[in-house]
């Protein structure tokens, strides 16, 4: 075999998406792009605020900065930025030795994950989830153990407490959650710190708490509590690719709880993973975002979509929760296939992604990080899909 065994199936499974991608291109190109409704992609297509080229602009033209590596673990000042925000954000006292600049929340993910877990052990996560969490369990060497949420995707603390065993080391949570637009309530974490404290006890090993919260700003009416003030051992891994709309510019950070046991050691295990696997997160962007905290996308405009495609589908007759953060809907596929329900869209000319991906068979994912006139011109396509089964 040319490459090794483990990397078949993942090659087999990224094959998979790259073909979905390809065929909206050609749908896109057959049909041109106006005719095809495209929500299978969580690429943010709101701009970044307007600070975010003005201070691009003064970096650009400052002479005095360098472009080669920068420390390992981002910038002291840019550290240092990000410690006194969230210090204000969580009400605890944060240093910089505690925060850890990443490429993306998913170089954050790969690093916390690395750091605390040893081969064959478990991460549990609430289903549905979102589908890269398999991809970093895989680089971590350890597996994902699935729990289910409960009717509405709230946690389920009880579920969550059968399911953990000796093996489990980290519960990965994501609020505001992708795929379904949860966003957990101070309580339900509270109670989620109580289980994970008991199990930990009772386990005689730490079960940490990793958040996963690229989408914290991103939420409508509802505010996203601090783990930090809900379980001690906690890790938050995040990015500004949604917040400040810079994906593709990959900038992110990790933050260790300062009550965490061993904090110290924990940030020098993640640092250690994050210089083996990309060295430091990129400089430029480093520089951008110290200037950039408390700074956001214009929220309004996905609180917009989210109401018309919401109000769209609900008066065709598609079930679903109102999310209450991130820029995804989860409606329930009209029939148990959510696989052929999909395939009925795209007959309409309508790419969506089938929730078995997420762990989340019966349902159906849209992403509205879309024009509005990709949303209103596909509600005739809905209600034909709707009529057609
Ligand atoms: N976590 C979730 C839930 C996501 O949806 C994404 C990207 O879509 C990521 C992590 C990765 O984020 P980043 O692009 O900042 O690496």
Redesign the pocket.
Known sequence: MPIADKMLKMVAGMEMVKKMFEEGARLKAEHGPDRVFDFSL??PDVPPPMEFKKVLKELVNDESLGHGYTPNTGYPHVRQAVADYLSDVHAVRLTPDLILM????????NDALKAVINPGEEILVPAP??I??DHYAFIAGATIKTVPTNGNFHLDTAAIASAITEKTRVMLI?SP??PTGAVYSATELAELGRVLDEASQKFGRRIYLVA?E??RKIAYDVEVPSIFQAYAHSII??????ELSL?GE???FLAINPAAEDAGLLAAAAAVINTMLCVNAPSLMQHAVARLQGITVDVSIYRQRRDLLCRGLSEIGYEFHVPEG?FYLFPKSPIPDDVKFTQILKDELILTVPGIGFGGPGYFRLSYAVPDATISGSMAGFKRAIERI
């Open positions: 969580g690429n990443t490429v993306g929340a998913a170089g954050a993910l989830y979102f890269g969490y994501n959650n992708n996963d690229p989408y891994v995040t990015s500004y690719s949604k994906a990959r900038i992110g991130a």
